[in-house]
């Protein structure tokens, strides 16, 4: 990309070339905000509800074009006026806020909207106030963070803003978490990249959705830009972390790259460990007798040259939906083992790169940014979450509600439009469960067109067993491949293991659980005090947003926790059992009341009892409100 002029440089030329490339109601809202006129948004031109809609809002191209031709002189207006923008008040920023939904919301909602788009430059999420913390206080205190993926990064910088002395440690090489790991071809991140940042870390991103590589760089630069590299131990696994009731003090072993292993202490420990980097194989018979190249998506072996092969992929989730049309250009027959189908949602703009006039808006034209990360938040987030939320009064199978079921017919609709409803596959990729069940992929269209190429089927028949030369299904099919791929995703709900937790009456809390993983907030658990986790139950979200925003809720919040040990010389704090079970029921009540909660949805994201252990059922802004700070009647400190 050539250095981009700034806007009081940029010629007529250069400002026509980048409204040409605008998505449109970012550009309508930034109009509004340069020029104070509110009235291109009170026209006939509106935004559609519909999230799947292009970047445009489903607005028709002869609006586009409407708005393109105002836009010019308004923006060269504002240039050539010194390029002061007129403070807007209250009112119509909540009218701009309704018009880039394209729906009408109650007060407390546009609240947080306009707290999450930022403009007035106060932080997102705002962290506890510490400055009156004793600095005696803070000497003898400190905090060790397990994980130095995206969750930990963030952890530690924002314990290094609040003065408050850490360590890091990371069984990888490097930082980045899943993104260090998952490095299968095709991988790409599947929230748009504006809202897939950290708030205070924006980035100008190549892509809508970039790919692995890039947000490898991303958590690399972030982790080195806040200068917390030296405070990780890498190449280190904790394997037990014991709270010793006596010292008050976590005590934490760790096992070094040679094989060492050695105790560190800790007032308060943070888990970072994330979900999605531990293979889960499924158990089939036969598994190990395959006598060619076999491995797992998260731990692809990119030794194996796979022109010319026959693929074998098992699994059709958010990584094989990934890495399989890729293969299938190279290889000489793909065939892949679905037991369910996935939802596929359609976003145009999946493996665009962002184009050279819109980097110019994102970059130069105040506002442009905000909104643009703002339209992005809404359309993946809480705009969806309506037609994932079931009506009881509903009773049509497969689907839970009509909101649910007009996105089934749109889904439905994009499938049949790219396979064709006369193609034997149709029948195959739409599912019989809910939208919204399980994770949507998002998906430019690539997915389906694989999947109708000449070298690739799909086979839903059973497996029944692996052999030496491939599959056998259980209709007693051999299919006999030269590679077998696992895409059949990670040990994700067994939280924090292999990592032994012992509380303080001595319990581990995997035994403790048995099964049944729960947290009070997802972050704090009776018995263990000091001890937070990020991204632990109940915490992972399946259709509303990015698992960032969520990860910035969660450690402003533990960063409350800790602040009030430091603030009260308070040594431990943990929730009571009351708020734990409370919080928990009233979660298990949410989900039941989900698509991914529906008694037909199979998903990593319930436990053996059918339990969803992983999913927050509500808006992100009660996780959002929720987390301001802790709620002290629900909590001991000593
Ligand atoms: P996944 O979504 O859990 O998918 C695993 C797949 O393997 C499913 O299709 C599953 O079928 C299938 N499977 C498991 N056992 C099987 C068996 N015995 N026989 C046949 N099929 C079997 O795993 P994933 O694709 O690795 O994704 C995991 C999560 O990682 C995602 O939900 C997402 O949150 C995250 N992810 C994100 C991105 C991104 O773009 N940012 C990319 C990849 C992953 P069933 O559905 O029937 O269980």
Known sequence: MNALPDLAQADDETLQAAIAEASIPTLMNTLVHLTGDPSMIRSDIKVSPNVFADNHGGISPSDQTRIREQALPLIKAFRDNGGEP????????????????????????????????????????????????????????????????????????????????????????????????????????????????????????????????????????????????????????????????TAKCWRVTVRESGGNTKVLEANAVVSAVGQLNRPRYPDIPGMGSFKGPTFHSGEWEHQHDLSGKRVIVIGTGASAFQFTPIVAEKADSVTIFQRTPPWVAPRAEYHDEIPEGEHWLLNQLPFYDAWFRFFQFWRTSEGVLASATRDEAWNESGSISHANHMLRELLTENARRIVGEENELFGKVVPDYPPAGKRMLVDNGTWYRALTRDNVEVVTDPIARITQDGVVTESGRNVEGDVLVYGTGFQASNFMSPMQIVGRDGVEIHGRWDGEPRAYMGMTYPYYPNFFSIYGPNTNLVVNGSIIFFSECQVRYILGCIAQLLIGDQQSIEPTIEAFESHNEWIDRGNLQMAWGSPNVRSWYKNANGRVTQNWPFSLREFWEKTHAPDLQHFMLE
């Open 86 to 245: 007129v403070p807007l008040d209250e009112g119509i920023i909540r009218e701009m806020i309704q018009f880039m939904t394209g729906m009408e919301m109650e007060s407390g909602y546009v609240d947080f909207l306009q707290s999450e788009l930022s403009l007035d430059d106060v932080a997102a999420f705002e962290q506890p106030a510490l400055e009156t913390i004793d600095r005696d206080r803070l000497k003898d205190f400190s905090v060790l963070v397990i994980g130095a993926g995206m969750s930990g990064i963030l952890t530690a910088i924002k314990l290094k803003e609040a003065g408050i002395a850490y360590s890091v440690i990371e069984k990888n090489a490097d930082v980045g978490g899943t993104w260090f790991q998952n490095t299968y071809p095709g991988c790409r991140v599947d929230s748009p990249n504006h809202t897939y940042s950290y708030s205070f870390a924006p980035r100008d991103w190549p892509n809508y959705y970039s790919p692995q590589p890039v947000l490898l760089e991303y958590f690399q630069s972030v982790a080195k830009d806040y200068d917390i590299r030296d405070k990780i131990q890498f190449d280190t696994e904790v394997e037990r972390a014991e709270y010793d009731v």
